[in-house]
Every structure is written in structure tokens, then in C-alpha cells.
């Protein structure tokens, strides 16, 4: 009987791990000069003024201290529309390398609008840290009021989350890094 036990733990730990190791995409490949992220967690209750608030994590990629998520430091800077066909932002994002690493994703409208520092000028986000952020709205992932056809914005001239944009229309995309939760979107 111990047997079967066992075996059934090792099979279980086996698919778990496997499962660990699809999830994360790269296989545990480290950029040259990244920083250790390991025992990072959000810091959801934490308000660090804009000159702690952000670190640079590896080239082109900066942590937000905050909220724990890892941005682009220089958003796209080509309009696109929403969808999943080529060229479009959840794909920019899903395809984009930054610092030799992939598996990026649009954030949830909560997500981008956390970005926001209203004691900041347009675009409301730190110039000497983000580079090229247009006064504009970009896309996030979070679908608008059950309708599969619009999706929320954050809108960086005016610094408020906006009423959803048809996934037609064309905006920016900010991709980001980090645990998306489903009760995010």
C-alpha cells in the first residue's frame, strides 16, 4: 500500500512541476544582467513616491515597486487595434522580446491605471524612468461591461481609465510581466 501512495505523490509532484515548467516561458533562462526576482511579491498596500517607485530590472524592463509588475520601459509607439490578428496589441505584446525575454501581456485596466501618478504631468508617469509614453490611450485586457467587442483604456493625457474602445479602434499598447489573475480583467 505505501507503495502505490508513493507513487501516486511522485506522479502528482512530476505534473506539477511540469506544469511549473510550461508556465514559465523561457525555461528559467536569465538575460545577462537581470536581477534576482525570486521571493518578489506585489506590494498592492504599499504608495512609493515616484523617485523609489520604479526599478530598472533588466534592459528595457522596470519594476514597479508598488504593485510588483514588470513594464516596458518604452511602450510601443505605433497605434494598433486590440485584436489577435497580426500586427494587432495582444499579439505586439505576446511576441515582443525585452531584454531577451518573453511572454508579455496587455494589462488589466486596474493593472495600467496603477501606473498612473496624478502629482505627475502628462503623461503622469516618471520621464526620467519610462521613455516615449504617448499622451494617449492605450489598451488594456479587461473586456467592457460583458461586451466581447470593446475594451477598456487608460487614457495617459488625462489620466483616467476611459469608456471601453471597439477593439477596431487603434491605440497604444503598454505591455507588462507578472501574475494575471482572471478577477483582474
Known sequence: MKTRRFLA????????????????????VTPAGAKDL????????????????????FTGAVRD?????VWEQKPDTTTRPWGDNIGSATLYCVNKPVGG???????????????????????FVP???????????????????????IVWDVNFNTGAAETPLDKTDLAYAWCVRGPSQESMY
Open 101 to 123: 525575454t518573453r511572454g508579455w501581456r496587455l494589462p488589466s485596466v486596474a493593472e495600467l491605471a496603477s501606473l498612473i501618478d496624478p502629482s505627475l504631468p502628462a503623461p
Open 38 to 57: 525570486s521571493g518578489v511579491t506585489p506590494n498592492w498596500d504599499q504608495n512609493f513616491p515616484s523617485g523609489s517607485r520604479f526599478t530598472t530590472v
Open 127 to 149: 520621464a526620467s524612468v519610462f521613455t516615449d509614453v504617448q499622451q494617449a490611450k492605450y489598451w488594456s485586457a479587461t473586456m467592457g461591461g460583458g461586451n466581447s467587442d
Open 65 to 69: 515597486n508598488n504593485t510588483g509588475l
Open 9 to 28: 505523490v511522485t506522479v502528482g509532484v512530476m505534473v506539477l512541476s511540469g506544469g511549473l515548467v510550461l508556465a514559465n516561458y523561457g525555461g528559467g
